[in-house]
């Protein structure tokens, strides 16, 4: 198809403002997918998805649509996730589209994401058409939302469209604008190939899938290709796009949309956001691509039963294969024994990778602490970055420490603005702004250091707000800070996976609170268990688990022995559920204990 | 090879106790002829495979049983002349042993009692819900005396909620002033299914397990001192007044077990009985094949209980191998944390295994470690 015919574009939204939905109405509308194939929430694929409402992987889908002025046109929808947890794959979505329908739900208004979200578009020149959703429900406010659009996110009135993707209504209107109001691709006369890898798949039949935005020249089976970063080259088996089913194409032309199948062997093999030209006339200049991001938090994961280690490393290396921003390592505990370090988005990403291991891979595994990344200068002027405590060298040989900064938006109910600002002072955060959304909302712009809020912030801001309040951030920085090691000793022996990086100022506090925390959920043993919490080898706190005293039960003839030992098998049983570290058994809700701060 | 063990169950009681878990019935004369005749016949079943050396009447409380019926019950059970067995013991409560009874009872062959006299302090008799005196408890004793059993045992209780250090130590030295040659003493449990159990889940009824332990202890000491070896976890006797029935359990020997609820273990299969139902009669409901491994932790489990410990040659030479083989690394735990003590066999032939002061309060937890993991 020509490219003036062509549209690529994202949907950007706040969660639960009503992305999967509308998209699914879209795909209706232009027949995409039959009536009676329809099932809600089609983008969503996995069942965490499903279940938490958001959507983790981005699925490009072709849709062919007859506009009001009587020509056809192919729309590409290309699914992003709505949490800026995954702006690396938001971003990548957005370099392969021309522009964005920014949602906003009637009835909550301009939300963290719809902040951060647009953000991101900006950042790539999307041009942007707003869409207030969910006009359907009783408890829309139409007018706040055209006055906070218009306030907060500096888009004019008279460009938004109301709608409801549940309804239906204003459906049409959207995709009016989509083909009106968003670019064509731009057309080139180039001979050669240049197409964007925006996404890659593992298919256990087919190997790699990569998806491609083209945005010069052409793409067809037969034809060798190459990948501009590694140089390394390819025959391509098959074209085609997805509807939402792959379906094969004679090719994919310029300004278009699909995926590529040549025989890539591993999603490894591929960098995502690289260049695909032709083997035989590549192209000068790759295209500008888009940041490559990389972790930002870091944490182990064990297996609870040693044993199971192989099985775990295989089931990583699964998910890695359709999560090429997963990343992780070999690593070695004294306390947990063989696992990995590894590596997330963001919090949100670390969450769902535990989960999905946990309930799709069902492993048993213990996650530590988690990290961020620090900057280390040594005296001796080497320079490191510290993403495990384990690693932090002796504070003797450390000139200055640097952590990583977020720039956090967080809208929460008016009245909650007093106790937010001290929680965000209590993480070492300052506001640098706050604007009023509506006469019920403001909106705050923070500053925070990303180790603050990688455990329970959300949680927090979330009872704080009742539920109402919400966050999304984005990296700013690096920020020297005054952090010192935490360890935690049990019997003497530091146990590694309690060992935490934190603030001077906090780490006492927080010493005692874990030495607390322990001590209440590690029981008791045949021997009594010292806990102590250490900063720099000095003890701060010690807490005793008392030596069990007494446990025998009165009765045991031939009647009680079937009871008995059935009863002693139980707890052996739970016995082989904790980690032995030295001689002390310790639980797993231990490891989870820590990883709550107050 | 016949088994030599037999325990026999019979379900009446004159009243249930608030905190019992056995399978009991009230008393009601109704009845009692069917479940004796019912009795008999799955005697008759075993009687062929049967040696036995010790038999064992429990409950319930046999002595429930109207003074003829016992008599018929012993007469049918327990063989007499040369073939009469070493041990025979019937459970009683003080208030149910009339002389009469008693002398039926030796008649009978009986040649040990065991008495349900829990304590001597009256406060901690009410609680647990006990109708006799400390005075019942005593008129039970001559007679037993007088119909000429010099084997008896008392059941004793600590741990019950309200029982002072001082009453437990009063009742300790009532029975040693009694001269009572064997001794159980245990700690109240609240079992589930019982009024206690329900008293103690709405806060009605608390446990202090720290005082378990003092009384516990003590039992130990004073009646140690006394002369009495603490044979088992919860049993003192002096010397030669330990019960052969009971120790069969803590070696792992064979043992049929007949009656309502009555559990039996016989070349590698333990079988038990339902309870008794309203027309008197029961079936077995469970039978469990036990493999060589659940055997052996067994064994160490409950060998463990008693004073003479685990010693290495009897139990390779029951199950093929040696528990240093198997359990190195807990047999070495249970030795660092101070609960298990090794030392030679007697005769020198290899090595045993024997629970310390500390460990005997720490029996289950000891136990534990031998367990099979699946
Ligand atoms: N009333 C109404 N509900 C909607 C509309 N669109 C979505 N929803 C509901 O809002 C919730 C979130 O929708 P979803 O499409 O999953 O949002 P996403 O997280 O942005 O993908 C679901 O319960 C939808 O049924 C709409 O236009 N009207
Ligand atoms: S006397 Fe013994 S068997 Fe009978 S009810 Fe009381 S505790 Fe139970
Ligand atoms: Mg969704």
Redesign the interface.
Known sequence: MDTQHIRNFSIIAHIDHGKTTLSDRLLQLTGTIEQRQMRDQLLDGMDLERERGITIKAHPVRMNYRSEDGKDYQLNLIDTPGHVDFSYEVSRSLAACDGALLLVDASQGVEAQTVANLHLAAKQNLVIIPVINKIDLPNADVASCVQQIEDILAIPRDEIIKASGKSGEGVKDILEAVVRRLPAPRQTSSESLRALTFDSMFDTFRGVVIHVRVFEGEIRPGVIIRLMASGNDYEVKEVGCFKPEPVKQEYLGTGEVGYVIANIKSTSDIKIGETVTLARRPAAEPLPGFQQVRPMVFSGIYPIDTSNYEQLKACMARLQLNDSAFVYQHETSVALGFGFRCGFLGLLHMEIIQERLRREYQQDIIATYPSVIYRVKKTNGEELEVDNPVHLPDPSVIECIEEPVVRAFIMIPNQQIGDIMSLIMDRRGNCSHTETLDNRRVMLTCELPLNEILVDFNDKLKSISRGYGSMDYEPVGYVQSDQVKLDILVNGEPVDAFSCIVHRTKAESRGRTLALRLREVIPMQ??RVAIQAAIGGKIIARETVKA????????????D??R??K???K???G??RMKAVG?VNIPQEAFIEVLKTN | MPIHHL?VHVPFCPRICPYCCFCVTPVTRRGMGRFLSNLLFEYRGIANDLQPRTVYFGGGTPTALPTRMLDELLRGMVPSGENAPEEVTVECNPATLSPTKALALRRGGANRLSIGAQSFDPAVLATLGRTHSVRVIDQALGTARMAGFDRINLDLMFGVPGQTLASWEATLAAVLERKIPHLSC????FEEDTEFFRRKACGRLSQD??M??KM?EMAGMMLGRAGYRNYE??NHALPGHESVH?LA??RGED?Y?IGP?????VRGV?H?NGPLCDDDSWSEIER?ELTPQ?MA??RM??GL?TAEGVGETGFRRRFGFLPAERWQKEIQ??R????LTESAEAGGAGRMWRLTDRG??????A??FF????
């Not at chain 2, 367990?371 to 699946?374: A, G, H, P, R, S």
């Open positions: 045949l021997f069990m005293g007494k446990n025998v039960t009165a009765k045991c003839y031939g009647g022995i079937t008995k030992r009863l002693w098998e707890q052996k049983e016995k082989k001689t | 325990y245990y700690a109240l449990t397990p720290a378990e332990k516990f976890t919860s009971n359990y803590w043992y077990g609820g009555a559990v039996g273990t333990r038990r469990e659940v932790a067994e489990a409950l209980r735990q249970l660092d944390a101070g609960l005997r309060l720490l029996a289950d937890e136990a534990v367990m099979n993991e699946y």
